[in-house]
Structures are given as C-alpha cells and as structure tokens.
C-alpha cells in the first residue's frame, strides 16, 4: 500500500512518489501544520488552492481535544476536518515534552498534565498507536523521548527508550492502511545518531522519521547530523524530519536527502504579520507600506499576491481585522510548497545541486527581519 | 447611470433592478457590511460564493483608518479591498452619534473624538460627502442626525436639520457616478415621518434611505413608520431601510415596500458561535452538538453547510480556532441572501404576500436562542 518510488536524484537530493491511501504524495513536500485539526484560519478549500497534499495534525492535541475516540466516531480525522489528501499525525510525544504542565517518563511509558485544565494522563507506545488508530491519519510515528540535546548521558537513554518504544509501537499497530514510521533520535551526538539511524533503519518501516532536530542546536549541527544519518538511512524509504522549517532549513534538508518537512513557521509568522517576500521577511504591520500598491511578492502566485497590495495588509493588520492572518498565510503556506514544487523540478532536471548557493541567497533574506521604517 | 426598474409587485412588496457602475443589483437585497474595507474574516472569494451583490464599508471608520485619502490615492475602496460588485458606504453621521467618544452638534455640523484615540475631528455635510467621493461607493448616503427616537422635540428639531443637511449634501456633490441617497428620519413620530418622507421624496435623490429605526424602538413602531411612509415616497425609486436587521425584518420590511437592507447581525453573530438553523438560533459551542454529524442546516447551499458538520464547528470553537468565525459567517450571511433570493422569486410569481405568515413562522424561530442543552 504504502510504496516509495525514486523517481530523479541529484547529489543526495531526490525526487519520489510515495502513494497513500489518500493520494500521491510528491516528494520532497511540505506539509502546513494543523494542530487541532485546522490549519489555523485556513479552509480546505484554500488549502488546495495553494497546492498543499500532505497536512499534520497533533495526536497529543486531538486526544486532549475533541478526543480520538470522537474523531473516529465521527468517521476519522480526513472526514472530520474535510482534508481529502493525505495527513500525517505525530506521537503526541513532543508535545508531552515540551507542552504539557509537568510530566513524569518512565520506561513504560509517560505520565503528563494537560496544558487545558491540568488533568493527568498517561501516553504508552501502545496507547499513542490506539489514539493515532482511531485518528486515522495516512502516515503515523512511533512514540519517541525528545530529550535535551545537550545532555549527551541523558540523550543516550533517550534514545534506547526510543527504540524500546519503537518495537512497541510496531508491535502494537493493528491498522495496515497506515505507514508506521520509526523515528531517529540521538541529539547532536554523531554517534548515537548512527547507532538510532542504524537501529531504526532495521525496523524496515515504511519511512523513517528524523526527530530531535530544530530544538536549540545549531545550523552546523543540524546538517552534521542530517549528513552522519544519510548514509545509514535506507535510500529506498522516505526521510521525514520533523518541525522543520525555515526556507534555508527545506533547502539545506533536500540537499542531505530529506524527503518531507512540516513546520508551524508560515502560519505562526503570518499570525504576527510577518511575509515571505523577495527582499526579506516582512512585518506588514510597518508604516513603510502605508501606501505600497504591490503585492508581498509579484512573483507568487497566491491568490493574496494575485489580489491584495501590502497597503491593505497593513490596514487590515492595523485595523485588527483577522482577514489579515488568513491572507499572509495563505502566502506564507504557498510560498514554501512553490519552493518545494520549485526544488523537485530542479532535481528532476539534474540542476538542484549546482542552484543551491543561489538558492540560498536568495532565501537567505528571510532568515531576518529586514528594517523597514521609514 | 443609476436607472431602477421595477420588475415585479406583489402586494407592497417589489421586485426590481438597480443599475450600478458596477454592475446590477437585484433587490430585494440584503448588504452584508464590511466596516473597515472588509466584511470580517471573509475573503472577496468567499463573498462571491455565497453570492454577495452589495457591500456596506463605513465612512466613519475609513476616515479614521485608514483615510479616505489613502484609498483614493489607492484606487478607490472597489480596488483597495478588492470588491469588484456595487459597494455602498453610510454618511458616517450613524457612527459619530454612536461610537464617538464625545461629540457637539451644531447646525454646521458635529465636532466629535475619534474612538480609536481621542483625536478631534469635525464631519460636515459637505465633509461627509468629499469622504465618500474619496472612498468612490457606488451608492452613497446625505449626512444625516440620528436621534433618541423618545425625545420628540428633539427629533423635530433633529429632522429638520437632516434636511438641511440634505440639500447641502447635494450641493456638495461633485461626482456623477455615485447614487446619493437622501434620508428620511423622524423617530418613531408618524406625522414627522410623513413630513421627512415627503421632504426627502421631493429631492428627487436616485434613492431614498429610512434612518433612525432599529434603534430601540419596538417592532410595532417600526411597522408602523413603515407604513406610514411607504404612501409618501416614490414608487419609482429604491428603498433602503439602514441597519437591518433581523431575518423577520427583512421579510416585514420587504412585505412594506423596501428593497434594500444591511446589517452586521449574522456576522456578529457567528463570531460568538451563533448560527442561523431550520430549528431556531444555534450557539454551537454547545455541549449537544458534540457529536451532531449534520450540517448546520441541509437545505442550505453554503460551502460550511455543505462541507462540514456542526460537530466540527462545535470543536473549532471550543479549541478557539478563527476558522469557526469564518465558516459561521459563510453560513450566516448565506441565509439571509438566500432568504432575500426566495423573497424575491415569490414575488416575481405573485405568491409572496400569502406566504407571508408560514415565512414569519418558518423564522420566527430565530429570533430567539432555542436551549439545546443535553
């Protein structure tokens, strides 16, 4: 059900098709973030109209809030939030870690608060596939420990936790319509990283996710990692690294072999009025486009770009209208999968390798925020 | 330019066509109203959809932000928010007396305080209009004085200075390409109503506003105001009942002659979860639509309705997601053009005034918020 099939390379990069029961998914891809079963302000409608295939949801949020067992009475998460492609749901594990109000692991599994009302519950590898089961997603995690990447002792039992819940989470899945992906884990260490992607790797999911990135560490040590995993990963699955990224980050990724990103960047930016433009990131919300007439970017072929000037983004921004949010993501969103659709032409054309410093000047302006007064 | 043709009667009740630099109006008509350039939290796509003709956009408020200057160096408010059908903008006199922080009258005009930040500012006759040549509307609106309709000296005293203020407005019209309507006021005083219907009618204005009700009077005065003026103004022209109103008072108004209504009603509404239904009002946030798999009503045609469940909606309001406000408001508003497309087919065929009665039941339910606890 769930075959991955290469379709271009060039240098590590590549070019596949990875099939769901929900769709083709044409990788490397970009998948919004839907936390709650919505990707934030954003109808399906709009979503496809900016070419999205793959969307996340959260496990730890949905379990929490409407519930799974309700998502799947109500025919599953692709009927519920009315998403016809293909969606991807975490373990709910990095949440735990990093969202609830207080939390306890043991090898068993972890017991946390919710960050709604304070109420305590318990997620197992078992019990994270049961929640993703009634969910219903096309793509699901094993149940992972993301620990700090600094604490290289600590990370070493994270990361045999990891694997201990991996076998787990395998064992426990009773769905065949759904790719369990094993998920890397290790740090910032080359050498736990090699022993996970090797352990992991020996699962033989039917992809393999690189978890523990973009938490803190650096740039350098990001594509350190990414380059000690590649050459133990098996070149016939695909390669999801989680909670990843920045425009640099999705390029820097495909150049090391990542098949699929997700992040909640675009629409969290946009949120805050922040743009993907050609000559940087922009905060909309400056008085410097009181009175521009030209869309965030007149090469983007979003239908914010295609309709609105900066000048009524900044109104509808200064007037607290929430259209503002909804039309800046729908650039921001667009923007990354372009990028994507851009990347994957450029693999299948054999020229992605030789583009990427130019690739990466040319994004590397939305890595800050350019001052706009005056 | 502005011709109005009547294409229909049935009873007091008319069916006709408006024509418009941008394009014909069908009335009966119900304006959804986007106060500052946008009709909150919905694109000009979406307004297309659920076939939105007229838009209200608030003098008062693009005044203030962000200048009616701004948009006319910007095109005009058809361009700056993207709204290519009839748009109509008030006098912004509505505004000034009910939002202002301060205000003074004078037979001049009103010295008031923006409420945005206590800035002082001053709307003549001859300002009110400059600012709606600015903003460039199809239909504009004379300045006018609402006033406390229980005071009837001062309402006299209001009226007569509305029709002062009238034939200054249009002596300070310079534009032929917008309709500017006069306003009839008079409180709830049928002989000052008769005098201002008759007033107003005699300055051949290509239409005539009816200000002043939906302001705490009762139903019955309403009616009667109607009524009373219906016989004083001219068969020939359009009718615009300003500010509402409720889906009662579409049907009741429409039943008494008039053919053009907005309000902020079922936009207000949806944004506090509120849903027009077969069934009466819905608050959806309620805990009895948990796991409701139907629409909010199936026999309505919205893309919410048609796409996705009251479970749904219930949960995108409960985890505090904007697209529930969106979704509502697609829905909202579609009920009551749909409902204003139904008034109309019954009067072309000659059949509305009898279903009168079973369309007052049919919505009377609506008026009031049904429990639907457990």
Not at 209 to 215: E, F, P
Not at 225 to 246: F, I
Request: with cysteine; aromatic share 8%; glycine share 8%.
């Amino acid at each position: 059900m769930f075959e991955f099939t290469l379709t271009a390379r060039n240098g590590h990069a590549r070019a596949g098709v990875f099939t769901t029961p929900h769709g083709d998914l044409l990788t490397p891809v970009f998948a919004p973030v839907g936390t709650q079963a919505t990707v934030k302000t954003l109808t399906p409608e709009q979503l496809k109209d900016i070419n999205a295939t793959l969307v996340l949801s959260n496990t730890y949020h949905l379990y929490l809030r409407p519930g799974d067992e309700l998502v799947r009475n109500m025919g599953g998460l692709h009927k519920f939030m009315q998403w016809p492609r293909p969606i991807l749901t975490d373990s709910g594990g990095f949440q735990v870690f990093s969202l609830s109000d207080s939390r306890t692991v043991d090898d068993e599994g972890v017991t946390f608060k919710s960050h709604i009302d304070g109420s305590t519950h318990r997620f197992t590898p078992e019990k994270s596939i049961a929640i993703q089961e009634h969910l219903g997603a096309d793509i699901i995690m094993a149940f992972d420990e993301c620990s700090d990447p600094n604490d290289h002792a600590y990370t070493e039992l994270a990361m045999e936790r990891t694997h201990r819940w991996a076998e787990r989470s395998l064992r426990a899945q009773t769905r065949s319509d759904q790719a369990l992906f094993g998920i890397v884990q290790g740090g910032v260490s080359p050498d736990l990283r090699e022993e996970s992607a090797k352990f992991i790797s020996s699962l033989n999911t039917p992809g393999i996710a690189i978890g523990g990135l973009s938490v803190g560490e650096t740039k350098q040590e990001m594509h350190t990692m990414l380059d000690v995993m590649a050459s133990h990963l098996p070149e016939s699955r695909p390669r999801y690294l989680m909670g990843v990224g920045t425009p640099e980050d999705l390029i820097n990724g495909v150049a090391r072999g990542i098949d699929m990103f997700d992040c909640v960047l675009p629409t969290r930016l946009a949120r805050h009025h922040s743009a993907f433009a050609p000559e940087g990131r922009l905060n909309l919300m400056n008085a410097s486009f009181t009175r521009d007439q030209s869309p965030i970017d007149d090469g983007c072929d979003c239908y914010t770009c295609r309709t609105f000037t900066r000048a009524y983004l900044r109104h509808l921004i200064v007037a607290k209208e929430l259209l503002a949010g909804t039309l800046i993501s729908i650039h921001n969103l667009r923007a990354l999968i372009r990028l994507m659709e851009q990347i994957r032409y450029l693999i299948e054309n054999g020229t992605f390798e030789a583009q990427i410093p130019e690739l990466l000047v040319l994004w590397s302006n939305n890595a800050k925020r350019i001052n706009h007064e005056g």
